[in-house]
C-alpha cells in the first residue's frame, strides 16, 4: 500500500507541472490602446503624392485660365478683314455698271462680292475685341455695316439676274431689288460713319489703316 500511494503522489506532481508549463495559453500581444490611432499624417496636412503622380495645378473647381489675345492682335486682326472688305467695295460699283450694260460679266461679279461679303460678315461676328477700349461698340458697329452691305449686295444681285435673265432693259427707274440696294447701302454707310470715327484712334494707337467710311 505505501508503494502505490507514493506512485500516485508522484503521477500527481507529472500532471500538474505538464499542465502550467505546456497547457497554458500564450499571453496575447499588447495591442493599442482605444482613441490611440496607428502612425498617420497628422489631421489637416496632406499626403504628398506618390511616384509619378504630380499635385494638381489649381484648386478643384477652379479652371486654368489661359490668355487671350492681346489688343495689338486683336486690332490687327480687325483691319485684315477691313482690308478685304474695301476690296469688294472697289468692284461694285463697276460690277453694277455692266449689269446695267446687260452684260453677264457684271451679274456673275456681283455674285461673287456677295459671296465675299456673306464671308465677311461670318468674320466679324465671330472677332475677339474684349482687349480693345470700347471693343463691343466697335464690333456692333462693322457687324450693322458688313450686314447691311450684305443685304444691299443680295438685292443688287437680284436686279443683276434679271438684267441678264433676256428681259434686259438697262433701266434701274422703278426696280425693287435695286431701289432695296440703293436703300441698304445708305444704313452700311451709316454704320460705317460710327466705325470708323471708333476705329481712328485705336489705327493711330496700332500703326494701322485709319480706314474712312466710303473705303469699307
Excluded at 490687327?76 to 446695267?100: G, K, Q
Excluded at 456681283?110 to 461670318?122: N, V
Aim: glycine share 8%; with cysteine.
Amino acid at each position: 500500500m505505501p508503494l502505490l500511494t507514493g506512485l500516485a503522489a508522484a503521477g500527481l506532481v507529472i500532471a500538474v507541472t505538464w499542465w502550467a508549463v505546456a497547457g497554458r495559453a500564450p499571453a496575447p500581444a499588447e495591442t493599442a490602446g482605444a482613441g490611440e490611432a496607428t502612425a498617420s499624417a497628422p489631421a489637416g496636412d496632406a499626403l504628398p503624392p506618390s511616384a509619378g503622380e504630380t499635385a494638381p495645378a489649381s484648386p478643384a473647381g477652379e479652371p486654368t485660365p489661359s490668355p487671350g489675345a492681346s489688343a495689338e492682335q486683336q486690332a490687327a486682326a480687325v483691319n485684315d478683314l477691313l482690308s478685304s472688305s474695301s476690296s469688294a467695295r472697289t468692284s461694285l460699283s463697276d460690277a453694277i455698271e455692266r449689269a446695267r450694260r446687260c452684260e453677264r460679266r457684271g451679274r456673275d461679279t456681283i455674285q461673287d462680292i456677295t459671296d465675299r461679303r456673306r464671308g465677311q460678315l461670318t468674320e466679324a461676328r465671330a472677332l475677339e475685341v474684349t482687349a480693345l477700349a470700347g471693343g463691343t461698340e466697335l464690333k456692333d458697329a462693322l457687324v450693322a455695316a458688313l450686314s447691311a452691305s450684305y443685304e444691299a449686295d443680295a438685292a443688287f444681285l437680284a436686279w443683276a439676274r434679271r438684267q441678264s435673265g433676256g428681259n434686259c432693259t438697262g433701266s434701274t427707274a422703278g426696280d425693287r431689288d435695286f431701289r432695296r440696294g440703293i436703300d441698304r447701302s445708305e444704313d452700311a454707310q451709316a454704320a460705317k460713319v460710327r466705325f470708323s470715327e471708333m476705329w481712328r484712334s485705336i489705327a493711330t494707337k496700332y500703326d494701322l489703316t485709319a480706314w474712312k467710311p466710303d473705303q469699307i
